[in-house]
Structure formats: structure tokens, C-alpha cells
């Protein structure tokens, strides 16, 4: 069979498929055209929600049943059926696509049979090449004898000509009949949003009204809901959230804010709510020194800094720095309630560490409660050091700030140590403790990998006590304490623990005072006017603290203990007991040690090798000095009106001195000297202790004697005696009313709010 017939049976088939599939379409094709007219019409939309949705349902179901048959009555015809056609549609009247796949019935007929065979095909293959393709038929004029098809097509022509330029809309409109679905009303939904832990905001309830918001960077949206119909969920600019349904039928959804734009809620396809939100991102916080560090006669040094931050410090720190060794971080008190700005100024002793006496870099650094940090503005200074009178003491910090500036300077330190340990009676006021310190500092020096900061401590804690004996360490207790009790008031401690940080605070106190005694009475005594101040005035301080903390006014037990902290510092350089009769040599007494003092560094200076001046003029003057201080002793000795217990001891040695300085023996010189200092500080403790009991301790700063009547700047008020008991009384009244059980459970619950903060 040639490739034209071939052609000409598959058009034959197509055409005999469309004739079979255009009864079936049509149906289909009207549904949807009268659909598309009502439409573009825009009735549908104008007939209650019931009836539209009815019609709707009518067109589905038609248009279903419709497709129905499209899909299953749809025969795809064969090759024959397609070659039937075309010989139906030939005039021939005989079938010779059919005789060309005819076969002879019987093969062995003979040649005259076989020829006429032969010649049978060749007439029907010349007529099948002449078969021609009938255009489609078509049985609609059967099917649809009203003409209903034409009714549509005129139907949806004139609906496209008045409708087209709303087409989408109106399509829209009459697929979504306006049915009153259950909705979510005001009451149905909360949105909360919860800033950040470290902004310290409180959670916001969102209302309804769509009022924009403006939050810190980091919030979370929590979305709670109850009723409506099908699931909602929670727009985040560009992002949707589905909402996740509960045990208990309600819907939750969580999600966190990172940037600016709108949050919405939405539910069937409708917005409930909505709201703009502004994005606010959390800002370091920003700190630098309100002025440059003070320091005091006790070389305390004054850090002031001025902070803030847009939701609340953490943490205030100055950081000292230098081209080597770990920097040197100071806190500073900040209160726990992470305030959003703060003036901080505290005295801290610094005098203790390595770095003392050399240049340093101090940084204000400001810590947020998100952990972002900012330093400020640094400035360069000495930090300040502790000026020695001693002059085993100045030696030992000296070679504390060698090693310090150069490790490797440890074998001449461990000779030094080695010489002062050698006359440990002259130059060590015969301490044992500090002996075997230095002994223990040397020894450590030996090893190549020593711990620095160990031999920094020993050498420190030496030079102090040889300074001042038991009162360096009562001194550094009573800083230590009252640190503690300040950051525990900054951070609103519980009462038991203030409690304990009071007593802690009297010990050291009593301690320190003790301590003042021992050392002897260094100062002028009171004029007759000065306002006295006793130790059980300082202990009423502290009870007085203690009832101010109790009744919540926290600020003024800060103010207090500061008023407490600066009276002690003052009876450090001012005697803690003056005598009302004072003896007339104390005065002389301490001026002589002070020469003695000189005369002994000067001496040790020039053992050393140190003073440039080493020849006999520099013995005949230092020689002279120390035979005045012997005879100025001697008139000491005949104007007291009894003996007093070392000043024969410190003659003797001194008459000694003068003559080993006269021969230009210095080290013998300054054992004499070592031995002549120690009789005269016997002498001052034992004139101290006779003078003791003879006066009341006077408050240095003639202030008066009445801890409570204290004057105060304005800033915070100290309340009187009177107040604090009322208040104490008040505030029993309220915990017993709170621990009352038959009061309704409003009531204790607003006196329990009232106790939380005490």
C-alpha cells in the first residue's frame, strides 16, 4: 500500500474521530459557555448566598457529568472503521480497500485462475488510489433539533462584548458566594509580643485596631485563638505561618521578629488583623569617664564613669592596660534592676598591685544585658603606688617593681632578700612572720619557671606589715567587707544575706579600730570644740543600716555606709582615742621616729652602694644627725614624769649608731639604727596605751556625735530614728495580715506584692 493511501486512511481516521467526539463536546462547551455568560453578566453575585451556591453546584455537577461522557464514550476508531469511510464515500460502489486484503481461496486453480487474480488487485489498488476524504458530518441537527447551541453562542457573544474589561473580577465574584462564615471576632484571638530577656520590657497584648508598633529586634510573637472556621495563620512580611492546632480544639502559632514590616492574621483567606511594625535594633551601650582619676593621701584612686544604654546596663568595668602582662580589670557596682543610665564614682585601692608607680592605659568599658560591649575613650596616667616609710618596706617594693618591669632581674632580688634576712632583728622589726616570707620568696625565685604573682604577693604583704604591722590586713578586711555589703545593696540581696554582711562588717571594723590603738596616737589631739565620735556611735551605724535595708530604703543604707566608709578613712589619719590631757612628748616622740626613719634608709642607701657620697664628709654629717636625735632624746627622757619602757634601749642604740656612722661602718651603722627604731615604736605604743582611756574618740571631721544627724546633699534623704521606727512598724503590721489565711486571696496577694521588695 502506497504512502498516499496511507496518508489518506489516517485523515480518515481523524476526521471519523472528530465526528465521534463533537456530540460529546458540545455539551461540555455549552455548560461552560452559559457559565462564563452568567458571569460576565454579573448576576450570579447579585443572588442570595444560598441560591449561588446552589447554581454553582448545578454547573459543577453538570459540567462532571458532562466531562463524564467526554472521557468514557469516546471511541478511538480503527484502521478499518477509517477505511469503511472511504469507501462509503467513493461513487465506485465496491470496497477495494477490503479486496486488497483478500486472499485467492484456492491456490492450485490453475494459471487462468491466478491471472485473473492478479488482475482483480491491480483494478482494486488502481481504484483505492483514487479514493477521496468526505469532509466531516456532523448529527447535531439530530441532536439538537431547537438549535439550543446557537442560543449559547450568541449568549456568550454578547455577554464578552458588555463584560470583557472586568472579566477577572466578575469570574472572581461568581466562584465566591458571599456565605456568612464563622469569623474571629476581638474576643476569639491575642497576639502577644515578648522582647528580648535582655531588653527588660514587658510582654504587650497587640489590640485589634491595627496601631503601628515599633519593637526591639528579636521579639516573639505568640498568637492564641479560639473558634472561627479552618486553620488560620500568621503573616510575617513576606513569610506565612501556620497556626498548629491544640489538644483543646484552639490554634498557636510562634514566631520571631527580624525586621521591619507588617504582621497580620489571617483566616480563609481573610485578614483578621493587622499591624505595621517597626523593627528597632538594640544599640551598645555607651560609657567614658565623667573626669580623670583622683587619688587620696591614702593613694585610693577615684573612678568616675557616666553610662547608658538604650534598655538597661549589665555590667560597668574600667580596664587598665599595658604593653605586656594581662590587663587589670576593676568592676564597678552597678545595681541588678539594669538601669538605663548611671553615674558611677568609687574609691578603690590599687596601690597593691604590680603595676603601681608605672604608666598605665585605663579604658571605661559598658556591657549590656544582650552582651554587646563598648569601650570608651582611654586615658594614659601613673597609676598611683604607696609611699613606704620603712626602709626594709621601700626596698621590698622596689624590687616587687623590678621584677614586675623584668622578670629575669630575680637573682639580684634573691640577694637582696638574702642580706635583709641576714639581720632580721634590725631590718624586719624582728617580725618572724615576715621573715619567713622572704624566705619563702627567695626559695621560689630559685626555680627557672617561678610564679610571679606569688613572689609579688609575699614581697607586698612583707613591706605592708613591716609598715604597719597588723593594720594593713585590718585595713584590706574592712575594704573587703564593706565592698561586699555595697554590691549586695546595689543588688537588692535578700535580708539574711545582708544579715551576714553586716556582721561581717562590725567584725572588720572592730578589728581595724583595735588595730588603730595598737599603733599609737600619730596626730594632733582635738581642739576643745571637736565633735567626738565613739565606737558605739559607728556600731549604731551599722544597726541603723540594717533597719534601713529592713524597710526597703536601700539607696539611704548606701548613703549611710558610705558616710561610714569615709568616717574610717579619716580615723586612719586621725587617732582613734586622743586624750584629753594629752602628754606633752607624743607629739616629740613620733617626730623622732620619723628622723630615725630617714637616718636609717639614708644609711642602708649608702650600704648599698647607692649615694654618690661616700667619703668622710657624708660620715661627719650623718654622725651629727644622729647625736642630735640622741640628745633630743635625752630631753625627752627628763620631761616625762615617769620612765617609759624603751626610750633607755633606743639611747643606747643610737650611741652605738653614731659612732659606727663616725668610722664609716655602715652596715653595723644600720643595725644600730634598725635597733634604735624599733625602741622608740616600743616607747610610742606603751606612751599610747597610757594615754588610752583619757578622751573619747573625736570624728575628724567635726561632724556631729550622732550618726543619725548625719547632713546629707539633698540627693537622698536619711530618714530620723522616729521614721524608720514607724516604718518598721508598719511593715510588721503588713506581714502579719499577709500570714492571715481568712483575708481573700486579693487582699494577700496585694500585701504580699507590697513585701516583695523588703
Not at 490554634?251 to 483567606?269: D, F, H, K, M, Y
Not at 524608720?724 to 500585701?751: C, F
Amino acid at each position: 500500500m502506497s504512502q498516499r493511501l496511507n496518508r489518506r486512511l489516517a485523515a480518515s481516521r481523524a476526521v471519523l474521530l472528530w465526528e465521534r467526539l463533537w456530540p460529546l463536546l458540545v455539551p461540555l462547551l455549552g455548560i461552560v459557555g452559559i457559565f462564563v455568560s452568567l458571569a460576565l453578566f454579573d448576576i450570579l453575585p447579585s443572588l442570595p448566598a444560598w441560591l449561588h451556591s446552589l447554581v454553582l453546584a448545578l454547573f459543577a455537577t453538570a459540567f462532571l457529568i458532562a466531562l463524564y461522557c467526554l472521557v468514557f464514550r469516546l471511541k478511538v476508531p480503527h484502521r478499518d472503521e477509517a477505511a469503511r469511510r472511504l469507501e462509503l464515500a467513493s461513487p465506485f460502489g465496491s470496497r477495494p480497500l477490503q479486496a486488497l486484503g483478500d486472499q485467492l481461496a484456492n491456490r492450485d486453480s490453475g494459471p487462468v485462475a491466478e491471472a485473473l487474480w492478479r488482475a482483480h488487485q491491480e483494478r482494486m489498488r488502481t481504484l483505492a488510489e483514487s479514493l477521496r476524504l468526505a469532509p466531516p458530518s456532523s448529527s447535531m441537527a439530530e441532536r439538537d433539533p431547537w438549535g439550543l447551541r446557537a442560543g449559547v453562542i450568541l449568549l456568550l457573544v454578547i455577554a464578552v462584548s458588555g463584560g470583557l474589561h472586568h472579566a477577572q473580577d466578575r469570574v472572581l465574584r461568581a466562584l465566591q458566594p458571599a456565605i456568612a462564615l464563622p469569623r474571629l471576632g476581638p474576643d476569639s484571638f491575642e497576639v502577644w509580643v515578648t522582647p528580648p530577656a535582655a531588653t527588660g520590657l514587658s510582654p504587650i497584648l497587640l489590640k485589634p485596631d491595627g496601631a503601628p508598633l515599633s519593637l526591639p529586634v528579636g521579639s516573639t510573637v505568640l498568637g492564641l485563638l479560639t473558634g472561627g472556621w479552618g486553620t488560620a495563620d500568621l503573616g510575617i512580611n513576606d513569610e506565612t505561618l501556620p497556626f498548629t492546632r491544640q489538644d483543646n480544639g484552639s490554634q498557636r502559632v510562634e514566631a520571631s521578629l527580624q525586621a521591619s514590616g507588617s504582621l497580620s492574621l489571617r483566616q480563609t483567606g481573610q485578614t483578621v488583623a493587622s499591624w505595621p511594625v517597626t523593627v528597632i535594633k538594640d544599640a551598645p551601650p555607651a560609657i567614658a569617664f565623667a573626669q580623670r582619676p583622683e587619688r587620696d593621701q591614702r593613694q585610693r584612686m577615684l573612678l568616675s564613669v557616666v553610662a547608658s544604654d538604650d534598655y538597661g546596663l549589665a555590667h560597668l568595668r574600667v580596664r587598665f592596660h599595658r604593653a605586656s602582662g594581662d590587663p587589670l580589670v576593676v568592676e564597678l557596682p552597678l545595681a541588678r534592676t539594669h538601669p538605663r543610665s548611671a553615674e558611677v564614682s568609687v574609691w578603690r585601692d590599687l596601690t597593691a598591685h604590680p603595676w603601681a608607680g608605672l604608666t598605665v592605659s585605663a579604658s571605661p568599658e559598658a556591657e549590656d544585658q544582650a552582651g554587646q560591649t563598648f569601650v570608651g575613650e582611654a586615658i594614659t596616667f601613673s597609676l598611683p603606688e604607696r609611699p613606704f616609710t620603712h626602709p626594709t618596706a621601700r626596698a621590698l617594693v622596689e624590687q616587687r617593681r623590678l621584677l614586675t618591669e623584668n622578670p629575669g632581674h630575680a637573682p639580684h632580688t634573691g640577694a637582696v632578700l638574702g642580706r635583709l634576712s641576714l639581720d632580721a632583728p634590725t631590718l624586719l622589726n624582728d617580725d618572724l612572720t615576715v621573715f619567713l616570707a622572704l624566705q619563702s620568696a627567695r626559695q621560689t625565685l630559685r626555680h627557672p619557671r617561678f610564679n610571679l604573682g606569688e613572689v609579688q604577693d609575699l614581697l607586698w604583704n612583707s613591706a605592708l606589715r613591716l609598715e604597719e604591722g597588723s593594720l594593713s590586713s585590718a585595713r584590706r578586711n574592712f575594704d573587703e567587707a564593706r565592698r561586699a555589703l555595697e554590691q549586695a545593696l546595689a543588688d537588692n540581696a535578700p535580708p539574711e544575706v545582708l544579715e551576714r554582711l553586716m556582721g561581717d562588717l562590725r567584725q572588720a571594723m572592730d578589728r581595724m579600730i583595735e588595730s588603730l590603738h595598737s599603733q599609737g596616737n600619730r596626730s594632733t589631739p582635738p581642739s576643745d570644740n571637736a565633735r567626738l565620735i565613739t565606737s558605739e556611735d559607728l556600731h549604731g551605724m551599722i544597726d541603723e543600716m540594717r533597719d534601713l535595708a529592713q524597710t526597703g530604703a536601700r539607696d539611704a543604707a548606701r548613703k549611710m555606709l558610705d558616710e561610714l566608709a569615709q568616717r574610717m578613712e579619716n580615723l586612719q589619719s586621725t587617732p582613734s582615742t586622743t586624750p584629753s590631757g594629752e602628754d606633752p612628748g607624743q607629739n616629740a616622740l613620733r617626730d623622732m621616729i620619723e628622723q630615725q626613719q630617714r637616718l636609717l634608709e639614708q644609711s642602708h642607701r649608702t650600704a648599698e652602694g647607692l649615694e654618690a657620697d661616700q667619703g668622710k664628709n657624708q660620715r661627719s654629717r650623718s654622725a651629727r644627725e644622729q647625736g642630735a636625735l640622741r640628745e633630743s632624746l635625752e630631753a625627752l627622757k627628763q620631761s616625762l614624769s615617769s620612765p617609759l619602757k624603751g626610750l633607755e634601749e633606743a639611747a643606747r642604740a643610737m650611741g652605738k649608731a653614731q659612732g659606727h656612722l663616725s668610722r664609716g661602718t655602715w652596715e653595723e651603722a644600720v643595725e644600730a639604727q634598725g635597733e634604735a627604731l624599733l625602741s622608740l615604736r616600743q616607747a610610742a605604743r606603751a606612751l599610747a596605751q597610757r594615754n588610752q582611756g583619757r578622751g573619747r574618740p573625736h570624728d575628724p571631721l567635726g561632724r556631729s556625735s550622732n550618726p543619725l544627724r548625719s547632713q546629707d546633699d539633698g540627693s537622698t534623704q536619711i530618714p530620723d530614728h522616729a521614721e524608720i521606727q514607724n516604718s518598721r512598724k508598719i511593715l510588721d503590721e503588713i506581714r502579719r495580715r499577709a500570714g492571715e489565711w481568712k483575708r481573700p486571696d486579693s487582699e494577700r496577694d496585694y500585701l504580699q506584692r507590697l513585701l516583695r521588695p523588703f
